[in-house]
């Protein structure tokens, strides 16, 4: 079975929508391991990851029969669960995203952005890079995800977590702003 092939997924989904374990089963096995790593990003730990997949997987599961086989499959699961992560985030931390000052993109100097062009030119590992995003707080870890991971716009982070554009400008400038200085607490000046 390939997730490429159209009439393979036809035959999972078909299954998956009759309820049977086995193809159940099979669509779990062959996406785990991609889907685990979109939890990863809006989690804190490999634990809360594996909680959101599981439930990210009964959403998949109960929306099967919505899926009308014309793009990816897996792009498909990758959106309900993004959403149904973010509908944990909120409940869970009950985050306000809008908490924090709209005025903040203008109090600091932004190289982020070359600095994150710099982390990226480093020899960090994608796996510590990724532990680097998990201790963003839930507010930033999510916008930056949403913007640099989902390439999301502004305006459909905004609507998505009903706030405004400035709002995810400020909180994304505040999240690229706290991962260069955990990247340089941790493993020392970027520009050496």
Known sequence: MDLKNREDVRKIVQGCVR?????????????????????MRYS?????A???LHDGYLKVFEKISTFKNTGHIESWMKTLIVNNNLDYIKSKNKINFNEYSENFIDN??????EVLE????TDI????LVELIQELSPVYRTIFNLYYIEDLSHKEIAEMLNISIGTSKSN?????????????????????
């Open 118 to 121: 710099q982390i990226n030119e």
């Open 172 to 192: 994304l400038a505040r999240a690229k702003n706290n991962l260069k200085n955990l990247y340089i607490q941790k493993y020392g000046n970027i520009y050496e």
């Open 50 to 52: 594996k909680d959101l």
């Open 108 to 113: 600091i100097k932004d190289d982020t952005d």
């Open 125 to 128: 590992s994608a796996e510590r």
């Open 44 to 48: 804190s730990d490999i634990n809360e």
């Open 19 to 39: 309820g049977d374990r086995n193809s159940q089963h099979l669509l779990y096995k062959m996406t785990y391991g991609k889907m685990l790593g979109v939890c």
